[in-house]
C-alpha cells in the first residue's frame, strides 16, 4: 500500500520540461507595459481590450492583434483545454479540494498550465471558485466546495501552478454567481460582511496570489450587472484589494460602453459591439477618459509580460469551434499517470464495516452492477452529446464549457478487471431499470459492487443538459433509478460496496442498510477513474480523501436553495455549509471534512502558543499511525471566535496532509495571523481582530474534534 501523491518521478519530469516561470513581479511588469501601450493608437489600445466575434478565431476568446502587440488567446476551462485533442482529462476542481492536498493541488496546477501553454493558449479560463451555497447548484463541481478558507487554498494553489508555467490564470466568477438558473438576469445581494468573509475570501487569496485575470460573472449584483458595477470591481477588487491584472466580462456579460469600461471592466469577451467602435467613439467623445483606457490596456499587456509571455510562448494551435485531430499536439506527457494519483487521492472512503475494503485475492467472484461502472461512446460524442450534456455510463466531468475531450476514459468495470487478474471471475450488468436483473446478478456475487450516479452542469441553452435538468439539479437523488438500484443490490447481496459519482452532496437513504458495508466516493475523477478506483478498493492506494461539502440527511437541512426570483437575498449569512449545520445543531449524514482510512490514527497533546502583540498564533500536534498500513491524515484546525464577534461556531483556518508510516509519529504545524484571526468590520471598513476568548480545535473532520485550547486577545 501507498500513499497516494504524485510521484517523485512525475515532480522531476515536470521540473525538467518546465518552462519559463513567471518571475516577474506586477511592478516589473508595468515598467514594461507602460511604453509599450505608449506607442499604440487609441483604436489599438480598444483592440487589446476587445474580443473577435465568437466563432471567428481560434480559441473561445482572441482579441485583436496590431503592431506593437499580438492577439491573446482565452481558452476553457478549468479542468482542461477544451475544444482540443490530445490533452489531459484530470479531476474536477471539487474532486481536486477533496485530497485536501496542497502540493497535489499545486501539481494539478501546473499539468493544466503546461498543456495550455503547449496549445498555445495565453490566457486559461479558470479556476472557478464558486460555492455550492446550495448543494443543487449546477456548476459547484467546476469550483471547490462549500468552504470558503479550503476554496482560497485551493484556488491559490492552483493560480500558482498554472502561472509557474507561464499563463495567465483566471479566477472566476465574480461575484455572487453560485447558481445557474436565471443566471444572466437575476439579482443577488449579500451584506457587506457575508460578502467580504465568504464570497470574496477566495478571491482575495487569488490576488494575494498574482493572478493575473478575473473574470466578472453574469447575474447581477444588488442591480447592477457585475461587469459594469462600480463597487465590487473598483472599490472592492482593484482599490481594496490592489488587483493588478485585468477584468474580462464573462461570455456576453458586457451590457454597456461607458458605464462598464469607467466602472472596472478591461475586456469585453467577445466582441458584441460594446468595446470595439463603440469604445473608440466614447474616449473620442470624452465619455471614457484615454487614461482609462490606457490603464484597461496596460493591465492586460502588464499581465502578458508578468507571465514572461514575451520570451518564445508558443503559437496557438487551436483550430476553434470545430475541432481538428489532425496535426493536433499531443500535450499529455506523464500527466495521466498524475490525474490517477490525484484522483485516488482525493477518493472519499465513508464507510467500511467489518474491514470489507480493501479488496483481497481472496475475493475471487464480484458483481458489477449500474450504468455507472461502464463506459459508453455517447461520453465522447460531441456531435449527439454537446457539451458533454448526457448521462449514459460511468461519469468523469460534468458538463458545459467547463468540460474537456478525452483521449481515453478508463471505466471502472475496466480497472477493476485490469487490476484483479485472471483468478477473479466477474458478473456484469449495467441495467438500472431492470431491478429483477440485477438482483440476480448481484445475487452471483461473493461481493456486489454497485454503482451510481448524479450530475449537473452550465445552463449553456439548448442541447445543454440531460433528463429535464438544463443546469442546476432539480433534486439531491441520484440518477437514472440509482437509489433503487442500491436498495435491490443491498437486499440480494449481504456484502455489498456503493460507489458514488457526483457533483455533489447526493441523499443516501439506504447508507445505513445492513448490508451495505462500504461506501466509496470518487466525486468526478476524470479519465483515469477506473485505474484509481482500483487502485483504492485492492488497498495499493490508502484512502485519505475527505468530503468538501456536507451530506445532508435530508434536502430540507441544508440552508439554501435554488432561487428562481428575479431578485433574492443570501439570508443564511455567514452560515453556509457545514456552519449552518453546526449552529442549527443538525446531524448530517457525512460532516464537512469526513473521510476514512484503512488504518488509525491517534493525537496527542495539542500544544498552541499564542503571541498577541504580533498577532501570531502557533500550533502543533503530534499524531501517530496507530495501525497495520502506512496511511496519511488531513489534520484540521478549527478556530471559534469570542461570542461577541457574531461568527459561526466554528471555522476551517488550516489543514495538512500527513504521511505516517505504521507505529511511527509525525508532527503537524499551524501557524495563524491576521488573515485567520480577523472579522470584516462594517463601520470601519477594516478587517480587525476581535477582543475576547479564541479556541482552537484540532482534529479529523468538523465533527470529529479531538482536543482544543483556548487563548484571548
Known sequence: MHIPSITAASVLLMQMVSLAAAERSWDDAYALAKPLVKKMTVKQKVGVSTGKTFGDSLCVGNTFE???????????????????????AGVAGVTASASFDKDAIRQRGEMMGEEFRGKGVNVQLGPAMNFMRSPEGGRGWESFGECEFLTGVAASETIKGIQSKGVIATAKHYILNDQETNRMNSSVSADDRTLHEIYLWPFARSVEAGVGAIMCSYNLVNGTHA??????????????????????????GTHSTAKAANNGLDMEMPGTGFFGDQLIQAVNNGSVPETRLDDMTTRIVAAWFKMEQDKGFPKTTLTGQTMNATGSINVRKNHPEMARALAAGATVLLKNEDEALPLSSKDNSISIIGSDAFYDPLMNDVKNCPYY????????????????????????????????????????????????GAKEVAEQGKIAIVFANADSGEDIGTGSGTSGVTGDRHNLTLWNNGDNLIQTVADANKNTIVVVHSVGAVL?????HPN???????????????????????????????????????????????SSAASYSYTEKLLMGFKWFDAKK??????????????????????????????????SVQVMNTGKVAGAEIVQLYVSFPKSAGEPPKLLRGFEKVMIKPGHKETVN?????????????????????????????????????????FSF
Open 586 to 619: 443538525i446531524e448530517p449524514q457525512f460532516p464537512f471534512g469526513f473521510g476514512l482510512s484503512y488504518t488509525s490514527f491517534e493525537y496527542g497533546k495539542f500544544k498552541v502558543h499564542a503571541n498577541t502583540k504580533k498577532s501570531q498564533i502557533k500550533a
Open 670 to 710: 499551524f501557524e495563524l495571523a491576521k488573515t485567520e484571526l480577523s472579522i470584516w468590520d462594517v463601520a470601519s471598513q477594516k478587517w480587525v481582530i476581535p477582543h475576547g476568548q479564541f479556541t482552537l480545535h484540532v482534529g479529523a473532520s468538523s465533527r470529529d474534534l479531538k482536543q482544543s485550547v483556548s
Open 516 to 562: 451495505i458495508k462500504a461506501i466509496v466516493y470518487p466525486g468526478l475523477p476524470g479519465e483515469q477513474s477506473g485505474n484509481a478506483l482500483a487502485d483504492i478498493l485492492y488497498g495499493d492506494v490508502n484512502p485519505s480523501g475527505r468530503l468538501p461539502y456536507t451530506i445532508a440527511k435530508k434536502a430540507s437541512d441544508y440552508p439554501a436553495k435554488i
Open 66 to 88: 496590431n503592431s506593437h502587440f499580438g492577439s491573446l488567446c482565452m481558452q476553457d476551462g478549468p479542468l482542461s483545454v477544451r475544444l482540443a485533442y490530445n490533452v489531459t
Open 227 to 252: 461587469c459594469e458595477d462600480d463597487h465590487t470591481l473598483n472599490k472592492i477588487l482593484k482599490d481594496e484589494l490592489d488587483f493588478k491584472g485585468f477584468v474580462m466580462s464573462d461570455w456576453w
Open 389 to 436: 450534456g448526457c448521462d449514459p455510463a460511468t461519469l468523469v466531468q460534468g458538463w458545459g464549457s467547463g468540460s474537456t475531450t478525452y483521449v481515453d476514459v478508463i471505466a471502472p468495470v475496466d480497472g477493476l478487471k485490469a487490476r484483479a487478474g485472471k483468478n477473479v471471475k466477474f458478473h456484469t450488468y449495467r441495467d438500472n431499470w431492470d431491478l429483477k
Open 508 to 512: 443516501m437513504p439506504w447508507a445505513d
